[in-house]
């Protein structure tokens, strides 16, 4: 039995149900979060605290999703071969890449469309060519994939792997000490430095336009074949943090787009500069630009340099939800990426305030928001990580547990939320005491 009892069943949905719902979500207004929340089709009587890891669809990525899909199924070859192979005008994935790059700071050229986080940083790993002897350098606190793709390019191209902590104390993280840890650990044969936005083990943010000024001011004294790339796992700031990942200075930039962009399962992208792509060898053949196949039929090397849609892996991918990222962008456009990152560190910051209250709660997210996103870590004083989920769980609250070797029970405030959903999750922490 749970510390906390919900009282009830859940309900049934019925058809007037879907009709009221039907109703408000095609009666969409951007500036009110009520209107907005009816966009998605979650369980009414869950508190859905977990909004960092898969998303909802709303209303406008569904129907996309389900224009696409309809189209393949009424006449897969036209719909396939007039939108992606015929007119560049017509090819869909433009669509993709120019919302993407207008979302980002930047220009369509510089967009990857990619699988997931994940699909990015291993292309961008394995498409650099590092001399034995360089190294990478990272952090303790990236996750498995991440780490798992510098750890199989370092192995394939003989170069080195190194790790640095950047803090001892998550929630009292420094902006000024982490950097300076950053600057003491590049070193003459370290080619790439890699780090996540935001930590999805502590909740921690860190500062990327500033450790890219650090970074360019040890390249101004390489040469540019030694000069140090930056690459970044984006995806647990990216659609949370009202930034322009083009201006940031970071030199390849990965992130999923069906988490905080509200996209369709599956899909992502893939950013860098015009000049860092160049130096890219892609790793899967593409689909999405029209050189390497023109010079495979004339039996040609492609005539480069690089760009983005050379780096997207060919292939037949779900179509219908590729495409479907465009309306994605323009939903969060619409609602107002200033409005949800206000939001979202609204929600979470009530999140931090009550756990921060409680004698039997260690808090590991920093209290200040410009520090975090939308993830929140902590522990329950008695309780595994994993047995609080699941009392989470039976008390109507959808929780995790950090996947790390060292594990916090974490929750995560979204737009769909509102206060009545952090009240419910923390009445049932309360209750652990």
């Known amino acids: 039995m749970s510390p906390v009892d919900s009282g009830s069943s859940p309900k049934s949905v019925t058809a007037e149900d879907n009709a009221a719902h039907d109703a408000a979500a095609r009666s969409f207004d951007p500036g009110d979060w009520r209107s907005v929340r009816a966009q998605f089709l979650l369980s009414p009587d869950l508190a859905h605290l977990s909004n960092f890891y898969f998303?909802?669809?709303?209303t406008p990525v569904r129907d996309a999703?389900?224009?696409?899909?309809n189209a393949f199924d009424e006449n897969p070859y036209n719909s396939l071969d007039d939108n992606m192979f015929a007119r560049d005008e017509d090819m869909l994935w433009r669509r993709v890449c120019a919302a993407a790059a207008e979302y980002l700071g930047g220009q369509p050229d510089e967009v990857a469309l990619t699988s997931s986080t994940t699909m990015g940083l291993a292309l961008v790993y394995h498409g650099l060519v590092l001399k034995p002897g360089q190294e990478v350098l990272t952090t303790t606190h990236e996750f498995y994939p991440h780490y798992e793709a510098m750890r199989l390019a370092c192995e394939k191209w003989g170069a080195t792997m190194r790790e640095i902590p950047l803090y001892e104390s998550s929630r009292d993280f420094s902006v000024d000490e982490a950097v300076a840890r950053i600057r003491a650990a590049l070193r003459p044969n370290t080619r790439v430095f890699s780090i996540a936005w935001v930590h999805s083990g502590t909740g921690v943010r860190v500062p990327i336009a500033t450790i890219a000024q650090v970074i360019a001011e040890v390249n101004r004294d390489r040469d540019e074949a030694d000069r140090v790339l930056f690459v970044v796992d984006g995806v647990h700031g990216f659609g949370v943090v009202d930034e322009d990942v083009a201006a940031m200075g970071c030199d390849f930039f990965s992130a999923g787009t069906h988490k905080w962009i509200?996209?369709?399962r599956g899909t992502g992208i893939l950013w860098a500069k015009r000049e860092s792509w160049a130096l890219l060898r892609p790793t899967i053949p593409s689909l999405m630009t029209r050189e390497p196949a023109d010079a495979w039929r004339q039996n040609r090397p492609?005539?480069?340099p690089t760009t983005g849609p050379w780096v997207s892996p060919g292939g037949f991918f779900a179509y219908e939800h590729q495409w479907a990222v465009a309306e994605a962008f323009d939903f969060v456009e619409q609602i107002g990426r200033r409005r949800i990152q206000d939001r979202i560190a609204e929600m979470n910051g009530l999140i931090k305030e009550g756990l921060a209250d409680m004698e039997h709660v260690t808090l590991h997210t920093p209290l200040d928001p410009g520090?975090?996103?939308g993830i929140v870590c902590f522990d329950v004083r008695g309780y595994e990580p994993m047995d609080v989920v699941r009392i989470f769980r039976d008390n109507g609250v959808v929780a995790s547990a950090t996947p790390y070797a060292v594990s916090h029970v974490r929750l995560s405030a979204g737009i769909v939320n509102f206060p009545e959903d952090?009240?419910?999750?923390?009445?049932?922490v309360r209750s652990l005491a």
Not at 55 to 58: E, L, Q, R, T, Y
């Open 55 to 58: 998303a909802s669809n709303p």
């Open 65 to 69: 999703i389900t224009r696409y899909r």
């Open 262 to 264: 509200l996209g369709p």
């Open 302 to 304: 492609p005539a480069g």
């Open 371 to 373: 520090l975090s996103a």
């Open 422 to 428: 952090v009240h419910r999750a923390l009445d049932v």
